[in-house]
């Protein structure tokens, strides 16, 4: 592997601190549907922009959180009464808060 002038050489990749778990897989929606979920818990009132900055998704080449990602995640998860849209901005639906309770509980030892 070649060493790219200026940069050490263990640097990691730009991608690594990137969310790599595909949106398709049955996986990643569940893992980002928590996240968002989790996000909405902690901060109430998001929009989307500030949703996929509080999961960790990458920015744009101009700075912008790439609202994009989590556009059809947020919708789903509003269509599904998690998520209450109020204009363009996402609050925990009572449904969401009792989801993610009764998750914690079933991780508990």
Do not use: C, I, K, W
């Amino acid at each position: 592997m070649a060493v790219q002038q200026g940069f050490p050489a263990t640097s990691p990749p730009l991608h690594a601190t990137a969310r790599t778990v595909r949106a398709g897989s049955e996986l990643g929606r569940a893992s980002l549907d928590d996240d968002l979920l989790r996000a909405l818990r902690n901060a109430p009132d998001r929009s989307l922009a500030e949703l996929a900055d509080a999961v960790g998704l990458p920015r744009t080449n101009f700075g912008r959180p790439l609202a994009s990602r989590v556009r059809e995640p947020v919708r789903r998860l509003v269509d599904d009464g998690f998520v209450e849209d109020r204009g363009g901005v996402y609050r925990l639906s009572e449904r969401g808060r009792r989801t993610l309770a009764e998750r914690a509980l079933a991780a508990e030892p």
